[in-house]
């Protein structure tokens, strides 16, 4: 577990931007198990690529015409059980984080893993969200 001081303003990032934080995998379930709508998922970390890439590119990305009907995160290294739970959703992916994932009618469509997010813009990954969100949402 990292220490709440430090990750309590990595999740509060990406909170303010309308995010939903799922802490359980109750709370998980509840959401994914929804099959009308479209649901994206940020797996956020603690890495270095979660902070420069993935979140500011999820921010960027949700500021766009057309987004997901929720907006939800589960925090890795944090909320275990929860990122195990929402992890599952995401089959057959391995676990990745960060990592991005886009849900419609409860079925997964559209997957960013770290290897995709890592080393790329924040306009680059918003980008591909957007042409996700242009199709599916």
Do not use: W
């Not at 995160?73 to 195990?84: E, L, M, P, Q, S």
């Amino acid at each position: 577990m990292y220490p709440v001081e430090l990750t309590t303003p990595m999740a509060k990032d990406l909170n303010d931007y309308g995010f939903e934080s799922l802490s359980t995998p109750e709370a998980v379930s509840e959401v994914m198990e929804q099959e009308e709508g479209t649901v994206l998922v940020v797996v956020n970390s603690v890495c270095g690529c979660a902070a420069a890439n993935a979140r500011p590119g999820a921010k960027l990305a949700v500021q766009h015409d057309k987004k997901p009907d929720r907006l939800v995160t589960v925090f890795a290294g944090v909320d275990h059980n929860a990122t195990a739970k929402a992890r599952e959703y995401m089959l057959p992916y391995p676990p990745s984080s960060p990592s991005i994932a886009l849900f419609k009618d409860g079925r997964l469509v559209h997957f960013l893993e770290r290897h995709h997010i890592e080393g790329r813009s924040k306009e680059i990954i918003a980008e591909n969200l957007k042409m996700a969100f242009d199709r599916y949402c």
